[in-house]
């Protein structure tokens, strides 16, 4: 049924690809070669549509885009999206994602997760594992990299053979968020954060010392005591969380190769704290790395 389906509707002759998120989504049309045709990004993410209105919100997909079939990841395969797609466990290469894909309708298919279970942890991620093995199967990216992801939940992934070997994710844009808005730090997280000389001596802090929680307490009395200035407070912050964050992810391997993917202004960020560790990293573009890898699942339909 499904390679029946698969051929019939000619994958490879060109397809909608779509990067569906909890408050964002990006729709992509692309050709036979794999370049994108045309595009667009708005608001639609699956938590602003009602349980039975993703039909509707496809359709108005292809009002843009074109009528052809469709390929979807991310969050549309969580339990609050279209339909669930099951998780796939690591270790997980595209040959395992596109062998799982979940048909929403007739031309609409939907990429797994990917879970880990083992050394007493339980992690999940959607729409990052096309990103990530789009990176090695487009050459960006060793088959054995440790890769990291920054986002809501960053998420910090060891490759092995080109798969998905394991992964951890890590809360770090979520608590930037809470503290920003609910925190007795609200008042002076409002300015910009940038890669700076007092983000990275935050950064270069956290990556030798495991005392998080009373650090972020300091950054309120360094303001009120004269130590530091209020404009700083976001880019200390940060540096304090993404220097905790890049800890916690070198932990996990010994590897030289350390890739970031994602929007520049977050690659920009954790690249800065890779290097107060001393390490080598290259950054890449999340857009193209999922633009790659959607398109090595498309093939493996056609």
Not at 107 to 126: K, L, N
Not at 195 to 221: E, K, M
Request: glycine share 12%; charged share 25%; aromatic share 6%.
């Amino acid at each position: 049924m499904f390679l029946a389906m698969a051929k019939h509707m000619k994958w490879a002759e060109g397809f909608i690809a779509v990067d569906w998120g909890t408050t964002n989504r990006r729709a992509y049309r692309i050709d036979s070669s794999g370049a994108c045709q045309d595009e667009f990004e708005d608001s639609n993410g699956v938590l602003s549509i009602a349980p039975t209105g993703f039909g509707d919100a496809v359709g108005q997909i292809r009002e843009r885009l074109g009528a052809h079939p469709m390929l979807l990841a991310g969050m549309i395969g969580s339990n609050r999206g279209w339909k669930e797609a099951p998780y796939v466990p690591c270790p997980a290469g595209l040959d395992d994602l596109a062998g799982k894909l979940v048909w929403a309708g007739d031309q609409e298919a939907i990429v797994p997760g990917v879970s880990y279970v083992g050394d007493t942890r339980a992690d999940v991620m959607r729409g990052e594992e096309v990103q990530l093995l789009g990176a090695v199967a487009s050459k960006l990216v060793g088959p054995d990299a440790l890769v990291c992801h920054p986002g809501t939940h960053n998420k910090w992934a060891q490759l092995g053979g080109g798969a998905i070997r394991s992964f951890r994710t890590i809360m770090t844009g979520e608590l930037f968020s809470l503290l920003k808005d609910h925190s007795i730090l609200s008042d002076l997280l409002t300015g910009e954060v940038e890669a700076n000389d007092t983000f990275r001596s935050a950064a270069r802090y956290a990556l030798r010392n495991d005392t998080l929680p009373a650090d972020l307490f300091a950054v309120r009395a360094r303001v009120l005591l004269g130590q530091a200035e209020k404009k700083d407070a976001a880019s200390y912050t940060s540096g304090l969380l993404i220097g905790t964050d890049v800890r916690i992810g070198l932990s996990q391997s010994p590897t030289d190769e350390i890739v970031v993917i994602g929007r520049p202004d977050l690659t920009r960020l954790y690249a800065a704290a890779i290097a107060e560790a001393g390490k080598a990293v290259t950054e890449l573009g999340g857009e193209k790395c999922f633009l790659s890898g959607i398109f090595e699942i498309a093939k493996r339909m056609s």
